[in-house]
């Protein structure tokens, strides 16, 4: 799907028939190996200590890591699980009642990555609320989230998931340019799991082993949103896509990097390349898109380079979602805007159970639309893993 | 003696789909009689997983005799057969069926919920929370699965190696049996029964997991549903077969 719609993705959404009907054809063409990794969280500003107490005690000894998280919730017990999605939420007391203040601090989010119907997961997801703070913007923090969708195995994307923050950071705190300080922290991290799977990368528990030459053709889309207080900045390589809702309609921020978008191939052929369909187009023949963190051996066919995007936020925004191709394949820009702004409206499922303060019901409406939004992408026959990330924008949400 | 274990275990199997018809004719009753009487409903899943854990205690049992029947079984259809994961179905396509039970009733929900005209009712399909608990019960499953996969793998590379392949190798009459190939042989068959009993408990484990994540309607829904699967993939496969002219061994 994403093929065919990424010469049309410009200014508002593609349109969703095309995108859905071939959906099948698309993943028919579609050959990437993944591996399974389970990351989920809200992070929440408990509103009174009490609250905090609970949610801590639920999750003590559970990590990040929702491969342990939920082993220890094996039951149905439908609280022990809330509990535990809010798990990466790093708990930390508000008195603020101000209002965008609340947010800067603590963004409201919700995120599901599950395996689907592959048998290895390479997905991966990582979030850092207040990851870093400008000089010149002292009166907020920026917050990062990012989807890194594998291929080849799933130890590129789990270095992006350890790694591309830190490098966002070193980068957005001594550069002022966005634009610049994204295509620096991505060409860094490039480098990075080249030299490291080159070197051995120490233990690894992944399929490939590092074993060369298979770790050459091992590689990650990243798709990094950093929310700030009055922009959206998205720095995209790879076909995941962050895609923003604005007053009920769908705003992709990112285009996919397709070996057929006709600036890429243009882009590919001048390096000396060749876009070859072999179940639908790739570079060499090979990989099913034109850009991303790894694929040594495809270089410099396959940049590291991302698209940047920097959107101003308005009071009409309500959401951003980021997800991998797993969602985009069979759920359009306009359907998944629809499916997270009904979730955030507060139209709650019936099977979400009811939650008297309103505090964490905002947060916990992020994670139903992630859920609801990977739900749908199994319901429709996704055959990838799924990663969904859905961030708050409102800036009255708070009570 | 031995067509005589090949016999039971023949039986073995016949009995067990028969009872799947009978449990699934009770299964599908009471959804259609109390679909909301939760005990009930439970109390079948439940009574469905001993039934299955009968069958595979039994099935061990005739195994430790003859296993090598249970890896080909003649009293299955060839297209059975070729579907076959050590000796049965493999375990992570519980997950299959759960995604697309789940799924099938998603869309249909999906642009009433958009419309806000039946607020919640998507809530019906797989919970947040127990996509949560699958997701990770299907990565353990598979895991496991990858495990035996490859102990069998090893164990039918044994063949080819110490001590079996050195004794085939010395046998100056192809094909003769003598003590040692009978110890050589039996050894191996030992390796297989256990790597069954293993796989077998994964299948029992994921289902009963699975069965305790959903709900009671949702178990008895995907129990229905496995069942009329397994019994339509015996009775499609016996058609094909008698279509084609092959000799059904079964009737």
Wanted: charged share 30%; hydrophobic share 35%; proline share 3%.
């Amino acid at each position: 799907m994403a093929e065919i719609c990424c010469g049309v993705v410009s200014e508002s959404d593609t349109s969703s028939n095309p995108c859905e009907q071939s959906s099948r054809a698309a993943r028919r063409r579609r050959m990437e190996i993944r591996r399974y990794k389970f990351v989920s969280g809200v992070a929440s500003p408990p509103e009174n200590a009490e609250k905090r107490k609970k949610v801590e005690a639920c999750t003590t000894s559970v990590s990040r890591d929702l491969d342990n998280a939920l082993e220890c919730s094996g039951s149905s017990d439908e609280e022990k699980v809330v509990a535990s999605l809010k798990i990466a939420a790093k708990c930390r007391p508000s008195t603020s009642s101000n209002i965008p203040e609340a947010f800067s601090e603590f963004p409201k989010y919700g995120l599901a990555s599950v395996c689907g119907r592959r048998r290895d997961m390479e997905d991966a997801v990582s979030i850092h609320p207040s990851f870093c703070r400008r000089s010149r913007e002292t009166d907020g923090k920026l917050h990062y989230f990012g989807v890194y969708d594998g291929h080849g195995c799933s130890h590129v994307a789990t270095r992006c998931r350890e790694r591309l923050h830190e490098l966002v950071r070193d980068e957005v705190e001594s550069m002022e340019e966005w634009r610049t300080a994204m295509e620096r922290s991505f060409v860094r991290m490039d480098k990075e799991v080249v030299a490291w799977s080159e070197g051995g990368g120490g233990v690894s528990h992944c399929r490939c082993e590092l074993q060369t030459p298979e770790s050459d053709a091992v590689g990650s889309t990243a798709v990094v949103a950093v929310v700030t207080p009055d922009k959206i900045v998205v720095a995209n390589c790879g076909d995941s896509r962050a895609v923003l809702c604005r007053n009920g309609k769908a705003f992709p921020l990112s285009v996919d990097h397709k070996p057929d978008r006709p600036d890429e191939l243009k882009r590919i052929e001048e390096a000396g390349g060749r876009v070859i369909y072999w179940d639908g187009p790739r570079v060499l023949g090979v990989l099913a898109m034109s850009r991303a963190i790894g694929d040594n051996y495809l270089k410099p066919y396959v940049s590291c380079e991302p698209e940047v995007t920097i959107t101003d936020r308005t009071a009409e925004d309500e959401c951003l979602i980021l997800a991998s191709d797993g969602l985009w394949d069979v759920v359009s820009n306009d359907t998944a805007c629809g499916v997270a702004r009904m979730c955030l409206r507060g139209k709650r499922l019936a099977a979400a159970e009811a939650e008297t303060d309103g505090s964490s019901s905002s947060d916990r409406a992020c994670s139903d639309a992630s859920m609801l939004l990977t739900k749908l992408a199994l319901a429709r026959h996704s055959t990838d893993n799924v990663s969904v990330v859905v961030v708050n924008l409102r800036r009255n949400t708070c009570p | 003696m031995a067509s005589r274990d090949r016999e039971q275990s023949k039986c073995c199997f016949k009995e067990w789909m028969e009872l799947q018809e009978q449990d699934l004719s009770e299964l599908l009753q009471a959804l259609k009689l109390d679909p909301q009487n939760k005990d009930q409903l439970k109390h079948l899943a439940e009574k469905g997983i001993c039934h299955f854990q009968d069958y595979i205690n039994k099935r061990t049992q005739l195994a430790r005799r003859d296993v090598s029947a249970f890896f080909a079984p003649t009293w299955c259809t060839s297209w059975e057969n070729s579907l076959l994961w050590i000796a049965g179905c493999r375990p992570s396509l519980f997950f299959r069926l759960v995604y697309v039970l789940g799924g099938s009733k998603m869309e249909s929900k999906l642009s009433e919920f958009l419309q806000d005209t039946r607020e919640g009712s998507l809530g019906e399909v797989l919970t947040c929370s127990q996509l949560v608990v699958v997701n990770s019960l299907q990565s353990k499953t598979i895991r496991e699965e990858e495990r035996l996969t490859g102990e069998l793998a090893a164990l039918q590379e044994d063949i080819a190696d110490q001590p079996i392949a050195m004794i085939a190798k010395g046998l100056s009459q192809l094909g003769e049996m003598n003590r040692e190939v009978e110890e050589a042989l039996d050894e191996h068959g030992q390796a297989m029964v256990r790597i069954l009993e293993e796989a077998d408990q994964l299948r029992l484990n994921t289902v009963k997991e699975l069965v305790n994540i959903l709900t009671p309607l949702q178990a008895v829904d995907f129990l229905v549903a496995s069942k009329k699967l397994h019994l339509c993939v015996h009775k499609w496969g016996r058609n094909r077969d008698q279509k084609l002219g092959r000799e059904n061994l079964e009737d």
